[in-house]
C-alpha cells in the first residue's frame, strides 16, 4: 500500500504536533475537564 504522505511532508508536519499533553486537568472556575496540549516555540 502506497504511504499517504511522502516522507518530506511527514517531517514538516512534525513541527505541528504537540509536544507535550497533559489529560484530564479540571477548570477551576466551572469543574469541566479538559486536556492541556502545548507546543514547542518556532
Known amino acids: 500500500m502506497k ?3 511522502s516522507e518530506k511532508i511527514n ?3 512534525k ?3 504537540p509536544t507535550h499533553v497533559e489529560k484530564g486537568l479540571k477548570c477551576e472556575r466551572c ?3 479538559y486536556d492541556l496540549y ?3 516555540p518556532t
Request: glycine letters at 6%; hydrophobic letters at 35%.
Open 3 to 5: 504511504p499517504l504522505f
Open 38 to 40: 502545548k507546543f514547542a
Open 15 to 17: 513541527k505541528y504536533q
Open 31 to 33: 469543574g469541566s475537564e
Open 11 to 13: 517531517e514538516s508536519l
